[in-house]
């Protein structure tokens, strides 16, 4: 009996003893993919891993997507309390996108808990480690970055929709384009090949040089009216321009053989850009051997029936047996389109090197802008009276030795108000402890650069050298570099100067922009808009705007700025 009491006591024990069973965690079906997106309407792609029906994916390509949307971010990790801080409306600065297919399965996957500071509070977010990546909800960073995400069955996008930018008008992807001013500065201007200008009706167009010269008409809400192809005439591009009355674009050609063929040929068109007729200009008339060399291409202004064309060329071999560069000048009777200046190796208004030029017309006297790096070495105007009185200002000197190509100036604007000629450039600290080179900037930093606005009064002569200098931004001892300015005639008393700020390692910042008067002084405080950006297109003031648009890579956008 002792014993059968043992027995069913240990049979108890038995019984009461759980087996443990071995259950193993559920697998965790990630599938990578590549899905289509609609960005605000516009096409793009994002790498995922489609978890349970939902999309997750790494901040990095969240931000680099959103890089240009009114949810840009960027986002920091603190390695030492492992909390990610969210910063919005900062540029994120990126590399590429992070790519899955559906043969790169995950390795290693797991839940995981994120957490993320966002304007001082702390959200704690589900997530997921794969490979050693941290991938979110999609959802979730929607509803803490303030945009809205949806999912078309029929055309199996997800829809993601930002807050539009006040100012800032998509048109549509580009196959690959890049207008944007630069804080790297090359010696000499760049081509200008892109525009903007006003039609009669309201309407603007662009135009675009490609293989052919590509205008885009908009209506007033920037829909697409309607497009046309001029084919190119000579095989380089000059420049072109809006005149009141007709369309004007120059064409060049190579003479490298030095022989008496056609090297400018100025087309005049109307303004649905049918040719009219056109001024040919042949190499002996000009010596030149390549048009428009080392500048943007030249500028064009008219008074009446005379047309000003402002320019560069190379020229025929000289006696040192070198091809020398100079500005060159050709004005035009546009009825006859017939050239009735001198045309020589040496002209009236000779500046060689002349790495920049702009004219304007000021009623019958024509004044021209150019960026000489030897004779003379300076920024200078040349002024030539309808009495044929010619006179010459060098209103800014540059330090070096003569025909050093690298001078640290560019400039970005010629305009005039009713009493002076306004010029905005940017320039580094001219010091002669530096060695100005054809290559480099010895002991400095040829791109650290200040931005000034000059205006010179129009009576002006040697005797007579009344300058307003205007300083419009200091980052000579700054971590910032600066573009070219633009500047933009809003009234005879009224302009706008544009620029963007750069990292040092070329980074894009803050744009930037000041009004000054008619003397170049700044009447307001210099204002920022992070969302926007400087392109070598030169804007336009229509409606109390001022326009202009800007090729990034594949996206095309129009700026506004209201003239306040």
């Known amino acids: 009996m002792k014993y059968f009491k043992k027995l069913v006591v240990m049979i108890l024990m038995l019984l009461c003893v759980v087996i443990p069973m071995k259950v193993e965690a559920k697998k965790i079906d990630a599938k990578p ?24 994916l790494q901040l990095s390509d969240l931000a680099q997507l959103l890089v240009n949307e009114s949810s840009k971010f960027n986002f920091n ?20 996108y992070t790519y899955r297919d559906k043969k790169n399965t995950p390795k290693k996957i797991s839940n995981n808990s994120t957490k ?31 945009f809205e995400v ?30 944007l001013k630069s804080s790297n500065h090359p010696s000499w201007a760049d081509q200008v090949k892109d525009f903007v200008f006003e039609n ?38 000059g420049v072109f321009y809006s005149g009141e009355k007709y369309n004007y674009i120059s064409y060049g050609a190579t003479n490298t053989e030095e022989s008496n063929k056609e090297v400018i040929r100025i087309v005049k068109y109307d303004k649905n850009f049918n040719r009219i007729s056109a001024a040919s200009i ?82 019958d006297a024509t004044v021209y802008l150019d960026h000489g790096d030897a004779y003379p070495r300076s920024l200078v105007l040349h002024k030539k009276t309808i009495d044929g009185e010619n006179e010459v200002l060098s209103f800014f000197d540059i330090s070096g030795k003569r025909g050093a190509n690298v001078t640290g100036v560019s400039i ?33 930093d040829a791109d650290k650069r200040n931005v000034y606005v000059y205006a010179i009064t129009k009576d002006f002569s040697y005797s007579n050298q009344q300058m307003t200098k205007t300083v419009i931004a200091n980052y000579e001892k700054t971590k910032l570099y600066t573009t070219t300015p633009t500047l933009v005639k809003v009234t005879d008393d009224k302009f706008v100067v544009l620029w963007q700020e750069y990292s040092k390692d070329l980074i894009m910042g803050d744009f930037k922009y000041v009004y000054v008067n008619g003397l170049g ?18 804007p336009i003031v229509k409606d109390n705007k001022i326009i202009w648009f800007a090729k990034d890579g594949k996206r095309k956008v129009i700026y506004e700025i209201d003239v306040q």
């Not at 990790?77 to 600065?93: G, T």
């Open 33 to 56: 993919q590549m899905v289509d997106i609609l960005l605000n309407d516009e096409p793009d792609r994002a790498s995922v891993y489609n978890i349970n029906g939902d999309n997750y």
């Open 77 to 96: 990790l603190d390695k030492k309390s492992k909390v990610i801080e969210i910063i919005p409306k900062q540029k994120y600065v990126f590399g590429y």
């Open 116 to 146: 993320l500071l966002i304007n001082g509070k702390t959200h704690n977010l589900k997530t997921y480690l794969i490979d050693g990546n941290t991938y979110f909800k999609l959802n979730d960073l929607a509803s803490l970055l303030g």
């Open 150 to 179: 949806g999912y078309d069955q029929k055309a199996k996008k997800v829809n993601i929709t930002t807050e539009p930018i006040p100012g800032v008008h998509q048109l549509g992807k580009l196959a690959w384009g890049v207008n």
């Open 200 to 237: 009669n009706g309201g309407t603007i167009s662009l135009l675009e040089v490609e293989d052919e010269i590509v205008i885009t008409t908009y209506d007033s809400n920037y829909k697409k009216l309607a497009s046309k192809k001029v084919k190119r005439e000579l095989q380089k591009f």
């Open 282 to 363: 042949k190499g002996h008339d000009i010596t030149t051997t390549i048009p428009f060399n080392a500048s943007s291409g030249g500028r064009m202004a008219e008074y009446g029936d005379i047309l000003a064309y402002h320019t560069s060329r190379e020229r025929y071999t000289s006696e040192d047996g070198k091809n020398h560069q100079s500005q060159l000048t050709i004005e035009i009777d546009t009825n006859t389109m017939q050239v009735i200046n001198e045309l020589s190796p040496f002209q009236w208004n000779h500046v060689s090197h002349s790495f920049d030029q702009y004219v304007t017309m000021d009623g």
């Open 412 to 444: 970005g604007g010629f305009e005039q108000s009713s009493s002076h000629y306004l010029v905005a450039f940017n320039s580094i600290n001219q010091n002669n402890n530096y060695e100005y080179t054809s290559f480099d900037l010895v002991n400095g």
């Open 521 to 538: 002084e700044m009447t307001s405080p210099v204002r920022t808009l992070p969302d926007f950006k400087l392109s070598n297109v030169q």
